[in-house]
């Protein structure tokens, strides 16, 4: 067997990853078959085995590279210095757009990912995990300095902002109609902050 270069090999590996990612978009992590896979990708199905151990490993590649890309977008959005007010208005505006971004995956991943048997418990759910813990770290700080009522949980704000991040999504998709994602994430930040922010007064943010 002739022996391939490191570039060649990296080439080939990132065209399969690329090819699985979109089959598995397009039909779902059941009907996607290697076949559909390697013909995309333009390799033999057996080469795809000789990167992957099975569908599955291949289905937790494009997972981890995925959420590796949102959690880092995330991530700098709460890493600035802004006030609280203004960091959570940044990663809410940041996950909307990665959502809509993204749309189409994040249907794969909400409609056939986590809603699988398994899921609890996996991997997939530590890396999704990971990204949400990032909401509910800033949710805390605010706690912390005071700036959030202490006997709210910050999970139970995460899990009403990410509902209403994909339920405008969702809205997005089923309407066609075009979202006005800052305007949206001023809106979400507003309702979120009046109902978490200290005192009477409605806390102002810069956007």
């Given at each position: ?6 570039a ?11 090819a ?24 033999s ?5 000789r990167?992957?151990d ?8 494009v ?10 977008k ?27 971004e ?17 899921y609890r ?34 999970r ?52």
């Amino acid at each position: 067997m002739p022996v391939i270069s490191a570039a060649r090999a990296n080439s080939r590996r990132r065209a399969i990853i690329d090819a699985a990612a979109k089959v598995f978009v397009q039909k779902g992590y059941a009907l996607a078959s290697v076949s559909e896979i390697a013909s995309i990708a333009g390799v033999s199905d057996g080469l795809i085995y000789r990167y992957f151990d099975d569908k599955r490993a291949l289905l937790d590649v494009v997972l981890s590279e995925y959420f590796q890309k949102i959690v880092a977008k995330l991530e700098n959005a709460a890493r600035s210095d802004a006030s609280f007010p203004d960091k959570v208005h940044n990663l809410i505006s940041q996950h909307l757009r990665s959502f809509l971004e993204d749309l189409d995956f994040c249907r794969f991943f909400v409609s056939d990912v986590r809603s699988a048997n398994g899921y609890r418990g996996s991997p997939v759910q530590k890396l999704n995990r990971s990204y949400t813990r990032i909401f509910i770290k800033v949710l805390e700080e605010g706690v912390a300095a005071g700036k959030m009522k202490a006997d709210l949980d910050p999970r139970l704000v995460r899990d009403v902002v990410f509902g209403a991040v994909e339920h405008v999504a969702w809205r997005q998709a089923l309407r066609g109609k075009a979202i006005d994602i800052d305007d949206v994430a001023r809106q979400l930040t507003e309702v979120t902050l009046n109902g978490v922010a200290l005192g009477t007064k409605r806390p102002a943010f810069s956007k």
